[in-house]
C-alpha cells in the first residue's frame, strides 16, 4: 500500500539548515509528484513546496523561496526538502503527501485533494 514516512525533523537556532526526507513506496515514484505541507499550531496545514515525478516543474511558497529547495532521487524512492536560513515562523509539523498527479500544479490544490500523507516530522526554529 501507499506509504510516506518523513525524518530529519528537530530543534534548529534561527539562520540554522535542516534537511528533511520522505520516503515513498507503494506507488510508481517516476509518475508521482510529491508535496511538503506545514501545520503551526492554531493555524492551517499549508502547502510549502512540491517536485514533479520527472523532477520539474517545482513549486515554491512564497514564504520559503531562497531558503528551501526541493529534491528527489527516484531510485531511492526520496524527495528532500533542505531548509537553510530558517526562522521561527518556519516551526511547524511538516507532512509530505501525494495526489500521485504527474506534475506539481502552479497553486497547490487544498489539503482535502490529497490521498495519502505521512505522520509528519516536527521542527522547532528557536534560540
Known amino acids: 500500500q501507499v506509504q510516506l514516512v518523513e525524518s530529519g525533523g528537530g530543534l534548529v537556532q534561527p539562520g540554522g539548515s535542516l534537511r528533511l526526507s520522505c520516503a515513498a513506496s507503494g506507488f510508481p515514484m517516476d509518475y508521482s509528484s510529491i508535496h511538503w505541507f506545514r501545520q503551526a499550531p492554531g493555524k492551517e496545514r499549508e502547502a510549502v513546496s512540491c517536485i514533479s515525478g520527472g523532477g520539474a516543474p517545482t513549486y515554491y511558497a512564497d514564504s520559503v523561496k531562497g531558503r528551501f529547495s526541493i529534491s528527489r532521487d527516484n531510485v531511492k524512492r526520496m524527495v528532500y526538502l533542505q531548509m537553510n536560513s530558517l526562522k521561527p515562523e518556519d516551526t511547524a509539523v511538516y507532512y509530505c503527501?501525494?495526489?500521485?498527479?504527474?506534475?506539481?500544479?502552479?497553486?497547490?490544490?487544498?489539503?482535502?485533494?490529497?490521498?495519502?500523507w505521512g505522520q509528519g516530522t516536527q521542527v522547532t526554529v528557536s534560540s
Open positions: 503527501a501525494t495526489d500521485r498527479a504527474a506534475a506539481c500544479a502552479v497553486v497547490p490544490g487544498p489539503p482535502q485533494i490529497y490521498d495519502f
